[in-house]
């Protein structure tokens, strides 16, 4: 590990602090996490995206009776406060909870545009199902689940295209599955299981969404071996933050997640991360996919996600990729790329 990763267990910022020490702490002592982890609600970060909720604790920016406006919409607004370590079981999110329920239940998310069946083609359901698959996740990290999760989680198994993933695609031409819409609920499923769930369907349903990636080797096509380039959405070989529905990174911190790191599949993946280690420390945002911006604006953040650019390290990035390495057992390089060996020594 680098001084740069190494010094950022120490940051001032508890966000940064607890996330080094969940993940790259060996055994670190429930106090200590649990200290930064109760700090994180008094940080600047977390102050701003919950300013904006109305008096009765939902967050409604505009008219709009859904929760999804990108990126500052209170499903955006839990992901970012389980990405900067926020402590669970906090009773006064639960109306912005309610309102997440009432958007995912509500009949215009049920039927078309928003989910679709097209004729003979029961097996495959459009629906961007990236939005239950980002839910499932924070509400465990939230540790805001109660039943209604349950509900989420079958309309994923139930929804799942033949081949492992999902797809929002209203192409009847369309046959295999979105990347930017199964990574997210591969990630979220997997956190079902890890809460405790085992149901064989649950199970089955993670087994088969790995595998639609690990086919892939995380990041190129299956039948060519071209690299993956989708049709929206930002090239999945750099690194993006701080919104992340397919990329490198995260494809990566979710294998690691599933304890699937060590497939060979993967070894390319993790050399082309590898190159991507700054010289002076850490890895850096190569695609800022959000901006953060004291007012609604299109694709705006409330909150400061650190820097960005290709020769500055980013804390959380260069926390998740140090964490993916971590996780890879072997002292040499598991693949082709011998910088991934060095990186495991970092």
């Known amino acids: 590990m680098d001084q740069y990763i190494y010094g950022l267990q120490n940051a001032a910022d508890p966000s940064i602090a607890y996330r080094a020490l969940r993940r790259l702490e060996e055994t670190p002592s429930d106090d200590r996490l649990q200290r930064q982890q109760r700090r ?106 109660d039943e209604r999760v349950d509900v989420l989680v079958s309309r994923l198994i139930d929804y799942q295209w033949p081949d492992g993933g999902w797809n929002c695609d209203k192409n009847p031409s369309a046959r295999t599955s979105s990347v930017q819409e199964t990574l997210l609920p591969l990630r979220g499923l997997a956190r079902h299981l890890e809460a405790g769930t085992r149901e064989p369907a649950i199970i089955g349903a993670v087994d088969a969404a790995a595998e639609f990636f690990l086919e892939r080797r995380l990041l190129w096509r299956h039948r060519d071996g071209v690299p993956i380039k989708p049709s929206w959405g930002r090239d999945p070989m750099l690194i993006q933050w701080p919104i992340r529905l397919y990329d490198i990174l995260l494809s990566l911190v979710v294998m690691a997640e599933l304890g699937r790191i060590k497939d060979p599949r993967c070894a390319d993946a993790l050399g082309v991360l590898a190159g991507k280690h700054l010289k002076s420390g850490g890895f850096p945002v190569e695609a800022r996919t959000a901006n953060t911006v004291d007012k609604v604006a299109s694709r705006g953040t409330f909150a400061d996600w650190g820097p960005s650019g290709r020769n500055q390290p980013n804390p959380f990035v260069s926390i998740d990729a140090a964490w993916v390495f971590s996780r890879v057992s072997t002292p040499k390089a598991p693949g082709p790329s011998s910088e991934t060996g060095a990186l495991l020594a970092f």
Request: aromatic letters at 8%; hydrophobic letters at 35%; proline letters at 7%.
């Open 40 to 145: 994180v609600v008094d940080t600047s970060n977390a102050q701003r995206l919950l300013s904006h909720r109305q008096l009765d604790g939902t967050i409604r920016l505009g008219n709009e009776y859904h929760a999804y406006r990108k990126f500052q919409g209170a499903h955006w607004t839990l992901a970012a406060l389980a990405e900067l370590g926020y402590p669970p079981g906090d009773p006064s999110l639960m109306p912005i909870v309610n309102q997440i329920h009432q958007w995912l239940s509500h009949p215009k998310h049920l039927r078309p545009p928003a989910t679709e069946v097209i004729s003979r083609q029961g097996d495959r359901v459009r629906r961007c199902a990236s939005q239950e698959g980002l839910a499932i996740w924070y509400l465990h990290e939230l540790g805001l689940v």
